[in-house]
Each structure stands twice: as C-alpha cells, then as structure tokens.
C-alpha cells in the first residue's frame, strides 16, 4: 500500500489512542489498519488471532496460494495490492458458477464449489454468514484444510454461532468477535497481512510474534 501524510497522520492518533496492548507487532499492525479502515477504536477488542494464524497466512501469500473472497468488493479491494506482490490468484465467490439450490444461496454455493477446487488456499469471508457457515462445514468435514480464513461477515442472525465454529474449528484464522465486521475491514485486514508478508519475505525475514 502507498502511504500519503496523511495516513502517518492518522495511524499515529492511533497509536495515541490505543497505547498499550497485547499483541504482537505484526498482529497490531493488522488491527490499527482495521481502526483506521473503519474509524471504530472497538476493534481492538473484536480482532483475534488463531495460533500461527499469521504465518500461515504469509506462508501461503509467498507460495501464492489462491484467495477466494466472497464478495466482489473485497476482490476489488484487495487486487491492486496483491497484483503489485505476490500475484496471487483471488476468486469470488459470486462468479463461481454453481446450480441454484433453494437452501442455500448463492455465495454459500460459491465458497463450496471454490474452497473444493482450491482446498489449502486463503478464504476471506466479508458479508455472507452462510458462505462462512458453508466454510466451516467443509473444514470440519475434512473435505478441506484453509492455510487461513479471515472470518467477519456482519450481521445479527447467527452470524456469532458461525464465528464461534471457525474459532473451533482449529484452522489457522483470524475473526471478528460478534456481529461486527464487513467487506471494509476484511480487505484492510487482507491488505495488511499481504503487506507485512511482502516486507518479512523480500527481507528474509520472520513474521513471528
């Protein structure tokens, strides 16, 4: 990501603002670019990291895995970045073409057909509760094992029983606690990973806590 003046500016209120914390460099980085993505300081308590979640994850941008997302705007959101990386593929959930099925809908069909094509890749699921909830189902089947699913789809109806699965599910993930969340800050979570990931592989780095 190109950073302008005014980004510094406003990621140093940050800072400010927050002031002590518990997690670990990379993972704060995720979570003030959440803050700054969305101007919502709750974050800080709504974000949380599986075991090696991040390593995981860069492991898999390095290897250029594929990132399945579920909405058109995070693909949006987070190509130019990626594109100007690691060039990953990213499919979206939306385009997958899939036969209707009256119980589920269209995005929870698209995941499905996705995540059994690309079974080891990066899942970012934004908006669409069932396609998380159709997610789940395939990890805890077995059918598949995600280097990283970025869990946090808002919403009020299920949508906390679904992020609850994720955190059982022992895939490496990062979730937004409770019925906030959305395409905004899942492509600022994505964007940062890909930039930390960038940084600790073009320097033979580590990305560790």
């Known amino acids: 990501m190109e950073w302008q003046l005014t980004d510094a500016q406003n990621l140093a209120v940050i800072d400010r603002e927050i002031d002590e914390h518990v997690f670990s460099p990379a993972e704060y980085e995720i979570v003030r670019r959440a803050i700054y993505a969305t101007a919502d300081f709750e974050y800080k308590s709504l974000i949380h990291f599986s ?15 594929t990132i399945v997302v579920d909405v058109p705007m995070v693909q949006v959101g987070i190509t130019p970045n990626i594109q100007n990386t690691f060039a990953n593929p ?37 908006q669409e509760q069932t396609a998380l909830t159709a997610l789940v189902e395939l990890i805890e089947a077995e059918e598949i094992r995600p280097a990283l699913v970025i869990g946090a789809p808002a919403g009020f109806v299920d949508v906390d ?26 492509a600022a979570i994505v964007d940062a990973l890909v930039d930390l990931a960038w940084q600790a592989y073009g320097q033979d780095g580590n990305l560790g806590s």
């Open 90 to 126: 990213v499919y979206c959930s939306m385009d997958a073409l899939t036969r209707p099925q009256k119980e589920k809908t269209r995005a929870a069909r698209g995941i499905e057909t996705l995540a059994k094509r690309y079974p080891e890749g990066i899942f970012v699921i934004s």
């Open 51 to 65: 075991e090696r979640a991040l390593q995981s994850g860069a492991a898999a941008l390095a290897a250029r895995s």
């Open 161 to 186: 029983v679904a992020k609850e699965r994720l955190r059982d599910s022992l895939v490496p993930h990062i979730r937004i606690k409770g019925c906030k969340g959305g395409a905004v800050v899942a």
